[in-house]
Antibody, heavy 118, light 112 residues
């Protein structure tokens, strides 16, 4: 079964840091570009970041550029997102999704919740 | 950035009747390889989104054929030929042709 399983979400104070992880199974992870998409409570979908299948190319939305870092470990079928300098507006459900540009996001995880609040 | 504009934002529908959602982009979504990277997603309440359509009109595996996508360039449409109860939720268009990747604001489909 194709599956993406996120973890790492938590309540964190403004200015704090967090690391999200996504474990992939059921497909050849190393052949897929991967991404993170987030959804603030009651709001729409926002693309956050993407990484190429080999990990050499990364892309970020303007709202997270310089604060978030996407990475992957193909030997462990794992995608990560390091979140630094967190702000209240980063509060959202973060989804791990397959692919990036092009035929985007055919596989979705269940999401992991990040809450930034004092 | 490419702005994706969906209409209407809310769509009350009658079971068994057709429904149509429009999506417009501020730039052409035709990529250098000739493909048009316009995707449609459906999110049921409390669930993760699911991709329905990619490259304007190609249905994902398991998507009922009552769903169809059409359009070109900057104007696109998602149609449901006969709405069923399970079709409620929010529909999003999304472009994969230009960075940053962008979504439309969503169309909430509900049963009258």
């Amino acid at each position: 079964e194709v599956q993406l399983l996120e973890s790492g979400g938590a309540l964190v104070r403004p200015g704090g840091s967090l690391r999200l992880s996504c474990s992939a199974s059921g497909f050849i992870f190393s052949l897929y570009d991967m991404s993170w998409v987030r959804q603030a409570p009651g709001k729409g979908l926002e693309w956050v970041s993407s990484i190429s299948y080999h990990g050499e190319d990364t892309f970020y939305g303007d709202s997270v550029k310089g604060r978030f870092t996407i990475s992957r470990d193909n030997s462990k079928n794992t995608l990560s997102l390091q979140l630094n300098s967190l702000r209240a507006e980063d509060t959202a459900l973060y989804y791990c999704v397959s692919r990036g540009g092009g035929d985007s996001f055919d596989i979705w995880g269940q999401g992991t919740m990040v809450t930034v609040s004092s | 950035d490419v702005v994706m504009t969906q209409s209407p934002p809310s769509l009350p529908v009658t079971l068994g009747q057709p429904a149509s959602i429009s999506c417009r982009s501020t730039q052409s979504l035709v990529y250098i390889n000739g493909n048009t990277y316009l995707n449609w997603f459906h999110q049921r309440p409390g669930q993760s989104p699911r991709r329905l359509i990619y490259q304007v009109s190609k249905r994902d595996s398991g998507v009922p054929d009552r769903f169809s996508g059409s359009g070109s360039g900057t104007e696109f449409t998602l149609k449901i030929s006969r709405v069923e109860a399970e079709d409620v939720g929010i529909y999003y268009c999304m472009q994969g042709a230009h960075w940053p990747l962008t979504f439309g604001g969503g169309t909430k489909v509900e049963i009258k």
